[in-house]
């Protein structure tokens, strides 16, 4: 049984950004303002992210330039990860290094190989302003280095090179929402 208020449930969903957008390639400005417009911002981004069926989110995705994502994924063994956090670090990568799928909403209807580290940690505050520690593995891990990412202003295929850069900016490109963005040429 669910105890607590449901995320998202009063917040309300935003269009997503896509690659190609400045915003998605700028790293985020702080937050320095914790109030009634940080909580609805959470808000918003865990019901954008239910919306569009993804497992974390982070707040350029919805066009906000500001260090805040959310979550809602499994790790490996299924142990189901709920939470957000505001100006966070990625302060440890460590474990083996596992290439698997890896899509984005930024992204829509794509994925690639890509190299992650089986265990991260973050460092940040909650919406309030506490302190909050937290440590993934897995497939978790894998997402809270994908939204530290976009907070720095790269996306998952920034990772890539080679023929998986190649093949992915070729289907990027011939996505409807791809033809318009540089990304992937000359790479």
Same mark, same amino acid.
């Given at each position: 049984?669910?105890?607590?208020? *449901? #995320?998202?449930?009063?917040?309300?969903?935003?269009?997503?950004?896509?690659?190609?957008?400045? &915003?998605?390639?700028?790293?985020?400005?702080?937050?320095?303002?914790?109030?009634?417009?940080?909580?609805?911002?959470?808000?918003?981004?865990? =019901?954008?992210?239910?919306? @569009?069926?993804?497992?974390?989110? =982070?707040? $350029?995705? *919805?066009?906000?330039?500001?260090?805040?994502?959310?979550?809602?994924?499994?790790?490996?063994?299924?142990?189901?990860?709920?939470?957000?956090? &505001? $100006?966070?670090?990625?302060?440890?990568?460590?474990?083996?290094?596992?290439?698997? #799928?890896?899509?984005?909403?930024?992204?829509?209807?794509?994925? @690639?190989?890509?190299?992650?580290?089986?265990?991260?940690? *973050?460092?940040?505050?909650?919406?309030?302003?506490?302190?909050?520690?937290?440590?993934?593995?897995?497939?978790?891990?894998?997402?809270?280095?994908?939204?530290?990412?976009?907070?720095?202003?790269?996306?998952? @295929?920034?990772?890539?090179?080679?023929?998986?850069?190649?093949?992915? =900016?070729?289907? *990027?490109?011939?996505?409807?929402w791809g033809r318009d963005t540089s990304w992937g040429r000359g790479g």
């Open positions: 049984m669910r105890h607590g208020p *449901i #995320p998202g449930v009063h917040g309300r969903v935003r269009p997503l950004t896509l690659l190609g957008d400045p &915003v998605l390639h700028t790293p985020c400005r702080e937050v320095t303002e914790f109030g009634p417009e940080l909580g609805r911002l959470v808000e918003d981004l865990f =019901a954008t992210m239910y919306a @569009a069926r993804g497992v974390g989110l =982070a707040a $350029n995705q *919805i066009g906000v330039p500001l260090r805040v994502f959310v979550y809602d994924c499994p790790d490996d063994e299924d142990e189901r990860h709920l939470g957000h956090v &505001v $100006n966070p670090r990625l302060v440890e990568l460590d474990g083996v290094t596992v290439r698997g #799928p890896e899509g984005c909403l930024s992204l829509p209807g794509l994925e @690639a190989g890509t190299e992650r580290h089986d265990h991260a940690v *973050i460092e940040g505050v909650t919406k309030t302003g506490e302190p909050v520690t937290v440590h993934g593995t897995g497939w978790f891990a894998r997402c809270l280095q994908h939204e530290s990412d976009h907070l720095e202003g790269r996306v998952y @295929a920034d990772h890539l090179s080679g023929w998986r850069r190649r093949r992915l =900016a070729r289907r *990027i490109s011939r996505t409807s």
